[in-house]
């Protein structure tokens, strides 16, 4: 198991500032708004050949000051009973807090190496305000800017010295799924994280917002790796207003398009809003898997527990989304929660599928013979061949006489035919019709269009270039001579 390093610190000292320089990505949202972090995020890091795990932690306070304070120090307590080294940062231009004398009281009762860092400082000038901190009895602090990577080096090399040695593991990241939990603020997304996850890994609170960073949590089912990542709570656009809000939805967009498997959680006692699917529509759009969730289904009375009614009134407003099943869980009680994994391994085999090109020419020829497509300007629409090209999700290419001339109802009749006959039920197809000048034709929004769309465009031959140049300077001779 790799060493754990935790980084602890009353709020707005530059604790995600400085896991952002450690890890070398931004993955924790940083901001000038103290109390920006309340979960504990994990992150690998890499320094002199040396991995290593990172603990950013929500910010210390002793008292009732900040709404979700015990809370976010019981999850401090957790990440420094779990680290192997403690780092303990300070606010170099606060200066000294009574809240960082009793966060350094709580260090010194724990028998584990402490680093103790003084954040913020940009110049030596600064050295002469310092004076109060060695008040603390430590003999040795490191000073850094964590914004501008001042001093940050030095201090790593003196903390790999001090990690325990580890005997690494090849981990097999073959079976691992990727799942990211979204839906609209305060439907139970992080209870549902703590139910899968096992414990009380995550903030929650019926306040809405609880929830500002994506964290990632590490699950073990039936023997296989799933990633679960809990997201903030995706509102309107035109409800938005708080620039940290607007970084929280980005990073949970962010995250569908880094998922396998997207869970969409909906508040069975508010109803199916349009936001809700709004929300699918952005899975739809990054072609990952998605699985309903209608949560907080043990609220409802009976009256109102009629499956058939809710099931009916999902499929009539999500069309787009007809291969993604639905389930009725509780993540309070965790009524049926035990089922979603198995669910979500079934879409993830589906959204992995590779097919025979034999088998997918003889479906696709079968159905072409069975319904033929209409003519184009009196000419008739051929298939030539038909290849599976990429696989999460599933992309097929027809090669066709005329591509453009392909209808969009006839084309979902062909991925229909593909759902049934492969089978792919539960995952979503893309399907596009190319012809042998090279030339794709191009629909849909999701980042997985775009990319393959940009791959054909720049494909284009040196002679098609030519051509089209030749085209341009004799229309542009026409017009002038005109």
Not at 138 to 153: L, N, T, W
Request: proline share 3%.
């Amino acid at each position: 198991m790799k060493p754990v390093v935790a980084l602890l610190g009353r709020p707005n000292v530059g604790k995600s500032t400085l896991f952002n320089r450690i890890i070398r990505s931004r993955q924790a949202l940083v901001d000038d708004f103290p109390g920006v972090t309340r979960d504990r995020h994990y992150a690998d890091a890499l320094w002199d050949d040396i991995e290593f795990t990172v603990i950013d932690t929500g910010g210390f306070l002793s008292s009732d000051d900040d709404y979700f304070a015990s809370q976010i120090k019981e999850q401090l307590t957790v990440a420094a009973d779990q680290a192997d080294v403690l780092i303990f940062i300070m606010d170099g231009r606060a200066g000294l807090s009574p809240y960082d004398r009793e966060l350094a009281d709580f260090l010194r009762r724990m028998s584990k190496p402490v680093f103790y860092l003084i954040n913020k400082i940009e110049s030596t000038k600064q050295y002469d305000e310092l004076s109060e901190f060695y008040s603390l009895g430590i003999d040795q602090f490191y000073k850094i800017s964590a914004e501008h990577g001042i001093g940050v080096g030095d201090f790593l090399d003196d903390l790999m010295e001090a990690l325990p040695e580890y005997e690494q593991d090849d981990d097999d990241d073959e079976s691992l799924i990727k799942i990211a939990i979204v839906g609209r603020p305060n439907v139970g997304k992080s209870s549902l994280a703590n139910r899968l996850f096992g414990e009380q890994r995550l903030v929650v609170d019926e306040k809405a917002g609880t929830t500002r960073d994506a964290i990632e949590l590490s699950v073990e089912h039936r023997g296989r790796q799933f990633i679960l990542v809990d997201t903030a709570g995706i509102r309107r656009k035109g409800k938005v207003t708080q620039k940290i809000e607007k970084f929280s939805i980005l990073k949970a967009l962010k995250t569908l398009d880094e998922c396998d498997v997207a869970l969409i959680l909906i508040d069975s006692d508010e109803g199916i809003t349009d936001q809700d699917i709004t929300i699918a529509g952005y899975a739809e759009d990054r072609g990952c898997g998605a699985l309903f969730l209608l949560n907080k289904w043990d609220l409802l009375d009976k009256e109102r527990k009629n499956i058939k009614k809710y099931m009916k009134e999902l499929r009539d407003k999500s069309k787009f989304l007809s291969y993604a099943p639905a389930m009725t869980v509780s993540a309070l009680t965790g009524q049926r929660c035990h089922k979603i994994l198995d669910e979500v391994v079934k879409i993830y085999k589906e959204y992995c599928h590779r097919i025979n090109t034999g088998v997918l020419n003889r479906i696709i020829e079968d159905a072409v013979y069975r319904t033929e497509p209409s003519l184009h300007k009196g000419k008739r629409l051929k298939f030539f061949y038909s290849t599976q090209v990429a696989t999460k999700p599933p992309c097929f290419v027809c090669f066709v006489n005329f591509s453009k001339a392909v209808h969009f109802s006839y084309k979902r009749y062909l991925i229909n035919q593909l759902r049934q006959m492969i089978p792919l039920e539960k995952t979503p197809i893309k399907l596009y019709f190319r012809e042998k000048t090279g030339k794709i034709k191009f629909s849909g929004n999701s980042k997985e269009d775009q990319r393959i769309f940009q791959k054909k465009k720049r494909q284009m031959t040196k002679k098609q270039k030519l051509r089209k140049e030749q085209s341009q300077r004799k229309r542009k001779r026409d017009m002038d001579n005109a």
